[in-house]
Structures are given as structure tokens and as C-alpha cells.
């Protein structure tokens, strides 16, 4: 990696990627504009560095995010199991170099292959012979000798309860056909061989540096560009009345939702986790308001599903009945636009407390971030410890519970 460019190399580019563990095709712009690196310089880079299968990239969150990768001891190994022979070939052949990875067409035979062969990721079709794709899910997320393994869900089936079910059996990623072959080779690549921490989809959304340049850049914008947060409401009181794994599974849900809404979106709509029941979304208003009723039709879609796993017979379940009594919190998304007015408020007091300039503000804590989006009291906190994710009900909500 020790290629020079016009005002820097190769190598230069890498470290910074090593060095942050994930970061923005956007941060890494502004980080070469300053060392005198052009743009096309700076692609030109990256697709070297890809080639050469030390980073790897994904848009996450509507934001194309570079990983850096590390050398393996050993070859990963990948099952893919789909019936349709053509469909496992090309899924086989999305993957790419670099993998030792098996097929096999049959749902009845993937449990045993597993436990005997160990592969560190498995690729499942839902709609499989002998047995489906969400019970081989559950089978593998439920063994502890196996628990630790991969799962990425592939269906064309209506995903709506689908989706729901495959993270409630503990499916890391689900993926709608017909499938594209770059976003499969690089979830694989990035679950397999990210450097650092395990890739997660929830957690891996943008950080608190992503969040604060997208706070900087928003308010820069016209009025045009909006900036707001999406709640799930009342995720606190679901948590008590359910447990925490429940709740967890519905933030997975709106954050792989949301990855989806934003993916497809013909407009950069930028997309972040503060680490609670919030997510912050930002981008053209017109676009922003179409994806916000897009996402809050696909949630809506799936509550009865919801509402059937916690023990709630959906057939002729009257539901706005059901939430009246009181006996199941009304779970929705609630979206609110941020007033610009109050974030530059916040953020010169924020800026006034540190001693900093309004040109070197460096990242926001998740705390500062909330004041200056309004959202300072929280139903739940999300930590995370190595690989394991947790969600905690915030303890004043807990004392109001009581």
C-alpha cells in the first residue's frame, strides 16, 4: 500500500479507515479536501483498497460507510442453502473469493450439516424443502453449540411478518428477492472479516461523529432540508410489560426497515441511532415526509404480528379495542421535525461550555446530541459489551412502572 497520490498515498487513506474502524465516503472527502487529495483521487483509492480486499463498504443508514478488514487464521466458511439451483449458484458466486463455502437444496439437511461442519455463516432461503428457513434459523440461534453462527434470511416472500420473525428467532439480516449480489458480498464480507467489535446493523448505524457532521451539515442547509427523529413510542412500556429481548427485536425491525426505506430511496437520506428508542433521519423534507409514511406503513403493517406473538389471536382482533383497555401498550412511530432555531441554540451553549469554536466542535456526546434535538428523556438505553446489545428500561421509568 505504498502507492503515492498528487498530496498522499494510498497507505495514508487506509489508516485513517483502520483508525476509525467505520467511517462516511462523505468524512473521508472532507479528510482528503483538507490534505489537498482530489475526489476522483480519493475513489480512485478506495477501489484500490477494495480490490485488494483490505476494507470493505456498504451504504448504511442511506451513507456509504467504509470497514476496515482483518487477515483471518483460517478460510471463513459459508453454507448457502437454497432449493432453486441456479438462484444457490448465483448467491455462491455474489459471495466471491475468499471463502470456503458449501451448498446444499434441502431444509432438512442444513441442522446436521451445521453442527458437523460449524460454518461461520449461513445463507437461508425461507421456502426450502423438508424444512423452512425460520425454523432452521431458530434451531441454530437456540443451540449454544452453534448459537455463535451467522444467519442472513433471503425471501421473496412478503417480508411484513416475515422479516419480524426471522430477528425474533435471532436472524442476524434479512434480505428481500430479488437480492443484489453487492449488498449480499458485502454483508458477508463485513459480518466475516470486520476489524474490531462484530459487524450489528442496529448498533453499526452512524456514530456519534456521523451524527454530529450530519447536525453541522443540516443546519447549514435551506429550509429544504430538514432534519428530525423518529420514536418508537412507548418501547418503554412494551419492554415491562414483555421483557427487553421483545423490545430489542422492535428496534432490529424499524432500524432494518429504515436501512431498507433508505437504500431504495432515490434521494441521500441520511440515517442514525442515538443508542435509545430514538433514530435521527435527515434530508430533503419532500422525500423525507414520503419515507417516514413508507416506514410507518410497513410497522403498522406488522403490529398484528407483533401483537400474535405475544399471545393476541389476530383473527377478528380488535385491536384499537385491545390498546383502549389498556392491556397492550399502542406501539407507533412518531416522527417530529427539529426546529434548526433550537439546535443552533443548544449547540452554541453546548459549544460556550466546552470552550470551543464554532469551527473546531470536533464530535457531540449522545447526550449533547439529544439536548439539542430535544430528546433528553429516554424510555430505554442501549448498551453494548464486546458482541452482546442490551436494552435497559432508563431507571425513571422503571420507578414511574412501580
Known amino acids: 500500500m505504498g502507492e503515492n497520490t498528487n498530496a498522499g498515498s494510498i497507505s495514508d487513506i487506509f489508516d485513517v479507515i483502520n483508525e476509525r474502524q467505520q467511517i462516511s465516503f462523505n468524512e473521508l472527502s472532507d479528510m482528503a479536501f483538507s490534505r489537498g487529495i482530489e475526489k476522483d483521487r480519493l475513489k480512485k483509492a478506495l477501489s484500490e483498497l477494495e480490490k485488494m480486499k483490505v476494507i470493505a463498504s456498504r451504504s448504511r443508514g442511506g451513507v456509504l460507510t467504509y470497514y476496515p478488514l482483518q487477515e483471518q487464521?483460517?478460510?471463513?466458511?459459508?453454507?448457502?442453502?437454497?432449493?432453486?439451483k441456479n438462484i444457490?449458484?448465483?448467491?455462491?458466486?455474489?459471495?466471491?473469493?475468499?471463502?470456503?463455502?458449501?451448498?446444499?437444496?434441502?431444509?432438512g439437511e442444513a441442522i446436521s450439516f451445521v453442527r458437523k461442519n460449524k460454518p461461520d455463516l449461513v445463507i437461508l432461503?425461507?421456502?426450502?424443502?423438508?424444512?423452512?428457513?425460520?425454523?432452521?434459523?431458530?434451531?441454530?440461534?437456540?443451540?449454544?453449540?452453534?448459537?455463535?453462527t451467522i444467519v442472513i434470511l433471503i425471501s421473496a416472500m412478503d417480508p411484513t411478518s416475515n422479516r419480524f420473525k426471522g430477528i425474533k428467532y435471532g436472524a442476524d439480516y434479512y434480505i428481500k428477492k430479488p437480492f443484489d449480489?453487492?449488498?449480499?458480498?458485502?454483508?458477508?464480507?463485513?459480518?466475516?472479516?470486520?476489524?474490531?467489535?462484530?459487524?450489528?446493523?442496529?448498533?453499526?448505524?452512524?456514530?456519534e461523529e456521523g451524527l454530529s457532521k450530519e447536525i453541522e451539515h443540516s443546519i447549514k442547509e435551506n429550509e429544504e432540508y430538514t432534519i428530525g427523529t423518529i420514536k418508537v413510542g412507548n418501547l418503554g412500556e412494551y419492554a415491562n410489560r414483555f421483557g427487553a429481548d421483545s423490545a430489542l427485536v422492535i428496534?432490529?425491525?424499524?432500524?432494518?426497515?429504515?436501512?431498507?426505506?433508505?437504500?431504495?430511496?432515490?434521494?441521500?437520506?441520511?440515517?442514525?441511532?442515538?443508542?435509545?428508542?430514538?433514530?435521527?433521519?435527515?434530508?430533503?423534507?419532500?422525500?423525507?415526509?414520503?419515507?417516514?409514511?413508507?416506514?410507518?406503513?410497513?410497522?403498522?403493517?406488522?403490529?398484528?404480528?407483533?401483537?400474535?406473538?405475544n399471545g393476541y389471536k389476530t383473527i377478528a382482533l380488535d385491536i384499537d379495542h385491545l390498546f383502549e383497555t389498556k392491556e397492550v401498550p399502542r406501539?407507533?412511530?412518531?416522527?417530529?421535525?427539529?426546529?434548526?432555531?433550537?439546535?443552533?441554540?443548544?449547540?452554541?451553549?453546548?459549544?460556550?461550555?466546552?470552550?470551543?469554536?464554532?469551527?473546531?466542535i470536533g464530535a457531540y456526546t449522545y447526550d449533547e446530541i439529544r439536548k439539542m434535538i430535544g430528546n433528553e428523556s429516554l424510555d430505554i438505553r442501549i448498551t453494548r459489551n464486546g458482541s452482546d446489545v442490551k436494552l435497559q428500561v432508563s431507571k425513571e421509568k422503571d420507578d414511574e412502572k412501580k
Open 251 to 309: 428496534l432490529r425491525l424499524i432500524s432494518q426497515l429504515l436501512q431498507d426505506v433508505t437504500k431504495n430511496s432515490e434521494q441521500n437520506i441520511f440515517v442514525g441511532f442515538l443508542e435509545s428508542e430514538v433514530f435521527l433521519i435527515a434530508g430533503p423534507k419532500k422525500d423525507i415526509g414520503m419515507e417516514v409514511e413508507h416506514l410507518k406503513n410497513e410497522f403498522n403493517a406488522v403490529i398484528p404480528f407483533i401483537l400474535q406473538d
Open 331 to 360: 406501539l407507533s412511530l412518531v416522527y417530529e421535525q427539529i426546529k434548526k432555531e433550537r439546535i443552533k441554540e443548544q449547540r452554541s451553549k453546548i459549544l460556550q461550555s466546552k470552550g470551543a469554536s464554532k469551527n473546531d
Open 125 to 148: 432461503d425461507l421456502m426450502l424443502p423438508h424444512k423452512d428457513g425460520l425454523d432452521i434459523c431458530q434451531t441454530i440461534k437456540s443451540d449454544p453449540s452453534i448459537s455463535s
Open 73 to 84: 487464521g483460517s478460510v471463513r466458511k459459508v453454507l448457502v442453502v437454497e432449493d432453486d
Open 88 to 107: 444457490n449458484k448465483l448467491m455462491a458466486l455474489s459471495i466471491g473469493r475468499g471463502f470456503e463455502i458449501n451448498q446444499i437444496y434441502d431444509g
Open 181 to 207: 449480489p453487492v449488498e449480499l458480498r458485502s454483508l458477508v464480507t463485513i459480518f466475516l472479516k470486520k476489524k474490531g467489535k462484530r459487524f450489528d446493523p442496529l448498533i453499526d448505524l452512524p456514530d
